[in-house]
């Protein structure tokens, strides 16, 4: 059985790959500091695949715990999911999201270089090519200045990484994660809620369930067919499944290089409206929203061309918006629930 050390395991993205993992046959190891997350996801994700995975509760920004780590625990490989991800919290804090995002991450590769471990899966993200010239985007279109601290760490991670790799026994894929929504069909994961949501799905949800009063759209003067902006939204659980591909593809020598990057996302653009009406459809909740300013940094339109994954990993995103949406739908309500 191969042992798979996941950070941020506890996390959104992190807890669904968990769950994958296990039910792929993989004993997992997770390493998570619990800031942005609960310890009783453990319990789900236990009561999911009815195995417990074992948890280590350190602060990778505490060099000398992480390289005690891989000196104690055998792995095969690493999936790094522990990171800082809110856009504005990163312009407001720079130092916090280059500490939190970047200082691990290069304790992480220095305890896997002096452990000889080798395989490693990067959480990267479309934000590294800004608004592309070319839709759909494929991996070969140009990085872009990054318009914050955060997408910055996402886009230094990657040449940190890359220029490991060159020197080292390294091998490693990004993913590059397009917009994940959604929550495990058993509701019993899925992405908690903290202080008032910046994205748009669950923006979308707690409207629809009376936490906020109103959906404020972020422009409609976008040059789209009904002017609001166009992004690809994955669902988690086929985003955990790209994980468990990009790992076997390590663990079978299939990488054609040191250092790969895939787009993760379904190939489809659906603007804001769309994304609106379709929750509507698969829901049967209204959403109130209205009309606002476009947000400062927002892109026009990104939708991932997904050739290069779907024929490289043999992987390929099989669950629809709507169902991305009633996942989060779901969610909410066993959240809700369990408020009550
Ligand atoms: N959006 C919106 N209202 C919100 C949150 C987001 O209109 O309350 C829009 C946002 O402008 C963007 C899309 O929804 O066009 C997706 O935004 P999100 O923050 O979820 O992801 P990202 O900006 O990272 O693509």
């Not at 490693?172 to 495990?184: D, Q, S, V």
């Not at 947000?295 to 991305?324: H, M, P, V």
Request: contains cysteine; charged residues 20%.
């Amino acid at each position: 059985m191969k042992k798979i050390l996941v950070t941020g395991g506890l996390g959104y993205i992190g807890s669904h790959t968990v769950v994958e993992l296990q039910n792929s046959g993989f004993e997992v190891v997770i390493i998570d500091n619990l800031s942005n997350t609960t310890f009783d996801v453990l319990d789900k994700i236990t009561s999911i695949t009815s195995i417990k995975p074992e948890f280590v509760q350190i602060d990778l920004k505490n060099k000398k715990d992480v390289l005690q780590f891989f000196k104690n625990y055998t792995v095969d490989g690493v999936i790094h999911f522990a990171a800082s991800k809110a856009v504005g919290e990163s312009v407001e804090q720079p130092l916090m999201y280059y500490e939190n995002n970047i200082t691990t991450l290069t304790y992480v590769l220095q305890g896997m270089n002096a452990n000889n471990v080798s395989n490693f899966i990067f959480s990267s993200s479309c934000t590294v090519y800004g608004q592309a010239d070319e839709l759909p985007i494929t991996e070969n279109a140009p990085t872009k200045p990054a318009e914050s601290p955060y997408g910055a760490t996402k886009k230094m991670g990657e040449i940190i990484i890359e220029d490991t790799s060159k020197v080292t026994d390294l091998r490693a894929i990004a993913l590059r994660y397009f917009n994940p929504i959604g929550a495990h069909e058993t509701a019993k994961i899925g992405e908690l809620p903290l202080g008032v949501p910046q994205n748009l799905i669950p923006y979308v949800v707690q409207t629809a369930a009376g936490i906020r009063e109103c959906l404020s759209i972020f422009g409609d003067d976008y040059p789209t067919p009904d002017g609001t902006a166009i992004r690809d939204y994955i669902h988690v659980v086929d985003l955990a499944k790209a994980h468990i591909a990009a790992l076997n593809r390590l663990l079978n020598k299939e990488n054609k290089a040191k250092c790969e990057f895939f787009n993760i996302g379904t190939g489809t653009g659906s603007s804001v409206l769309e994304v609106v009406k379709a929750f509507e459809k698969a829901t049967g909740k209204k959403v109130n929203y209205k009309i606002v300013d476009r947000r400062t940094g927002d892109i026009t339109a990104a939708y991932a061309d997904t050739t290069l994954a779907n024929k490289e990993l043999g992987w390929k995103a099989k669950l629809s918006l709507e169902e991305g949406l009633a996942s989060s739908w779901k969610w909410q309500e066993s959240l809700l629930n369990v408020n009550l």
